[in-house]
């Protein structure tokens, strides 16, 4: 089992910044991808951006360029760091990681509120 707990998120102005962090414990020698989900009001989870146990990463278009996805292994912790936040941006983040048994793991989630 792992356990996540996401952190870092808050009222913001458009343009302005956070970084988000997920601290995993448990069984966290298992994990092997970690990725950052949203999903806004009224709409479905959509990725946001992934990386892998090597560092390879992916990114949503909507965030290509704004925000970069990182991970520190020895602290176990996921971060995302958000730039040049738009309104749309506006949803609750969910950290999530696979881990080396195909199990998928969800942290409660953390609102980032992006104002005009």
């Known amino acids: 089992q792992v356990q996540l707990v996401e952190s870092g998120g808050g009222l913001v102005q458009a343009g302005g910044s956070l970084r988000l962090s997920c601290a995993a414990s448990?069984?966290?020698?298992?994990?092997?991808?970690m990725a950052w989900y949203r999903q806004a009001p009224g709409k479905g989870r959509e990725l946001v951006a992934g990386?892998?146990?090597?560092?390879?990463?992916n990114y949503a278009d909507a965030v290509k360029g704004r925000f970069i996805i990182s991970r520190d292994n020895a602290k176990n912790t996921l971060y995302l760091q958000m730039n040049s936040l738009k309104i749309e941006d506006t949803a609750v983040y969910y950290c999530s990681v696979d881990d080396s048994y195909l199990r998928t793991y969800w942290g409660k989630g953390t609102l980032v509120t992006v104002s005009s």
């Open positions: 990386i892998s146990s090597t560092g390879s990463r």
């Open positions: 448990g069984n966290t020698v298992s994990i092997h991808t």
